[in-house]
């Protein structure tokens, strides 16, 4: 437990002894580390010198971590001794990843042989206010995307962006005075960096847990008296699968985001049950965050919707000739504000193909109805088109998850000798009794004939990126398609 003063004590001993360590403005340095104390200091304290952070996934093997440190030039390596396997490895890589510093959070395992302590690092330095040699627009960390459709980008946001990011959310959600927050999400994850800096300009208390666990959450959310938090569908799902949730005195907690995915009306009937708000956002790594965001009354009224622009976000939804879009009509999502990104770091192509005229393509699909509520309807590149229709698989997996006994659902294209392509459904159900003829009667009388899964498979779960999101591809490598 920290107060702010006692933090930017520890986020000043650390940012002085990297500035006698040489750390030179612009130096990337990389944090393999779980949610802790050490990833925040070390982040706040980066930032004061003007050196570059590159949280990384710690669910990623050594080859895939290579690829990001050697991409993003990593010199140094802040690591936690849960990983010493990983990092012992990337170490007899020798010049692969290019890292001159290993500094190792002690706690009870030893020391690595090639590591220096991270505490003792620290406190060797003086808790004086170092100099600050970061500009607004200068860099502040390397995010990188989770490769959903192929090799990892990192997304680069500055000072600027991070600051904008955090100012949007502040302004556009319902924090109040001495909000007390659980962050749930890892992280490495811009959903958890961006409400740590909001809950610091806003003065709010962060509860960070150091990994995901549902009961924890509950005991958290009790015995700290948390009023407001964030978590994407799965860990709100997991959370209600937690026996007596009714036992935990929840009154503190007014309201949950929850982002990555849509969250099925009958999870947010479950929580306001509770007497807990389900508020919606619809963003990316890109953004830092937000673009979209949808309260819980609106949320039921309009069904798959991700609400409306953030404040100082401007949102267009376009034609693949450039023109707007009339409502109802589906169109590529651009999005505008001071929080996007800089650009793909070391990828000047891909920046130019989506960061055009100052707006960001997001590459999602969506439409808007007369009241201009924002629908995302899917990724333009998991379209299907069958028999010449375009069919998006988010409209039909918003349909499987109304139903009673369906807790996941991914939609896919497969190969159709008479259409094309045609639509399959990957399923995670609550009730072994429910049929794949049951899902598809379920669907006839909810959607078109062409949007229909012609194909429904059950599965234990649904892959996913630490974000949340469908992790597509590996669904189709699974079923050959």
């Known amino acids: 437990r920290l107060t702010f003063a006692e933090l930017n004590a520890r986020c000043n001993r650390i940012a002085n002894a990297l500035a006698i360590a040489e750390v030179e403005k612009g130096e990337r340095i990389g944090f393999l580390l779980m949610n802790s104390i050490e990833f925040i200091e070390a982040y706040f304290a980066v930032a004061k010198i003007g050196a570059i952070v590159v949280p990384l996934n710690w669910r990623l093997t050594p080859d895939e971590l290579e690829f990001i440190l050697k991409d993003s030039g990593v010199t140094r390596l802040i690591y936690g001794e849960e990983f010493i396997p990983t990092v012992s490895e990337l170490h007899s890589r020798g010049s692969k990843t290019n890292i001159k510093q290993w500094l190792q959070v002690i706690g009870e395992a030893a020391l690595a042989p090639f590591a220096e302590n991270y505490q003792g690092f620290r406190d060797a330095a003086d808790s004086n206010e170092p100099e600050i040699r970061a500009a607004a627009d200068d860099m502040l960390y390397i995010m990188y995307t989770s490769g959903t459709t192929g090799l990892p980008k990192g997304v680069v946001h500055t000072h600027n962006t991070s600051i904008w990011a955090a100012l949007t959310v502040a302004a556009t959600t319902y924090y109040q005075e001495k909000d007390r927050f659980l962050g749930a999400l890892p992280m490495f994850h811009v959903g958890a960096l961006m409400p740590l800096t909001v809950n610091v300009y806003r003065g709010a208390t962060s509860v960070v847990m150091r990994s995901f666990e549902p009961i924890r959450a509950w005991e958290l959310i009790q015995n700290e008296r948390i009023t407001i938090g964030l978590a994407v569908p799965a860990m709100l799902n997991f959370m209600l699968q937690v026996p007596n949730v009714a036992q935990y005195d929840l009154s503190s907690l007014r309201w949950m985001l929850s982002g990555a995915a849509p969250v099925p009306i009958a999870l947010m009937e479950r929580y306001s049950e509770l007497g807990i708000e389900i508020h919606q956002i ?75 005229d100052g707006w960001l393509h997001t590459g999602d699909v969506a439409i808007t109805d007369e009241d201009g509520f924002i629908y995302i309807q899917d990724r333009i590149k998991d ?19 109304t139903h009673a006994h369906i807790i996941e ?20 159900r609550s009730d072994e009794s429910l049929t794949a003829d049951a899902v598809k009667e379920y669907c006839a009388k909810k959607l078109a004939g062409f949007k229909q899964p012609k194909r429904v498979e059950f599965a234990e779960q649904i892959p996913r990126n630490p974000s949340g999101k469908i992790l597509k591809r590996m669904l189709r490598e699974k079923y050959q398609i």
């Open 409 to 428: 659902a991914a939609v896919i294209g497969q190969n159709d000798k008479k259409w094309g392509e045609s639509p399959f459904a990957i399923v995670v």
């Open 383 to 401: 379209m299907i088109i069958s028999g010449g229709e375009n069919v998006y698989p988010a409209e039909i997996e918003s349909v499987l998850l």
């Open 282 to 356: 619809y963003g990316l790594t890109e953004t830092c965050g937000p673009a979209c965001v949808i309260d819980a009354e609106n949320a039921i009224a309009k069904i798959g919707s991700t609400g409306k622009a953030f404040f100082h976000t401007d949102i267009r939804l376009v034609k693949s000739d450039g023109r707007n879009c009339d409502p109802g009509e589906p169109g590529e999502v651009l999005v505008r504000g001071p929080h996007v990104m800089r650009e793909y770091w070391n990828r000047p192509d891909a920046t130019a193909e989506t960061i055009v």
